[in-house]
């Protein structure tokens, strides 16, 4: 069964920073990886998704890898905000199954 | 002009009730998932449908079942509902085995 963990499982910030938030999963047989922010009280928001034959998306700020070898993702935030202030989940879809098997998160804090 | 919305947001219950959550998406996707997600903000896999067919079961108990109308519908409904039940639960959809679109999320407390 896929198992996804993610570290830190806190990180507190100043502004301005780049940071890089750690995912990792058990079977390397992976269909696609999704990267998601979930705000208090919110649901998720999809930030980017990975195909299995992809190394790395960008989207504006974000930058997320994929190194399925090594059964690792890394999400790369540069030049951190208050507003990124949020809970961001890593989720595999194995090539075995439909589902998302997602990690507990990383509880980001961005301070002003 | 929501993609995946859900209703009740909020449901307070006593135990021993049974209570339904609805979820419709309007975005055309094939597949619809109901995600739990407990007091340790962990999400988990409940039931997928595929074009209105059923593809996920997870562990979970009898006394919770879906059903699928149509594509662009899935709700739950919960039988005599437990302290252990309360927690958000969230609809999601896709097209495809592709990127997931989520609800807001359906927060039940069992009292």
């Known amino acids: 069964k896929q198992e996804v963990t993610q570290i830190p499982a806190a990180l507190s910030v100043p502004e301005g920073e780049n940071l890089v938030l750690n995912c990792s999963f058990t079977?390397?047989?992976?269909?696609?990886l999704q990267w998601f922010r979930q705000d208090p009280g919110k649901g998720l928001t999809s930030l980017l998704l990975i195909q299995s034959s992809q190394r790395e998306q960008t989207s504006g700020r974000l930058n997320a890898s994929l190194d399925k070898s090594s059964g690792r993702s890394t999400l790369y935030i540069a030049a951190s905000q208050p507003g990124d202030s949020a809970t961001y989940l890593c989720a595999v879809n194995s090539n075995s199954g439909y589902a998302l098997n997602f990690g507990k998160g990383t509880s980001l804090l961005v301070t002003p | 002009d929501t993609a995946v919305s859900q209703t009740p947001k909020y449901l307070v219950t006593q135990m021993g009730n049974d209570k339904s959550i609805k979820c419709e998406q309007n975005l055309g996707h094939d597949t619809m998932y109901w995600y739990k997600q407990d007091s340790k903000k962990f999400l988990k896999i409940m039931f997928s449908?595929?074009?209105?067919?059923?593809?996920i079961n997870e562990t979970v108990p009898n006394r919770f079942s879906p059903k699928s109308p149509d594509k662009a519908h899935l709700n739950l409904h919960i039988n005599s509902l437990e302290l252990g039940d309360s927690a958000v639960y969230f609809c999601a959809s896709s097209p495809s085995r592709r990127e997931l679109f989520f609800g807001e999320g359906s927060r039940l407390t069992v009292l």
């Open positions: 079977d390397s047989a992976i269909y696609n």
């Open positions: 449908y595929n074009n209105k067919e059923l593809i």
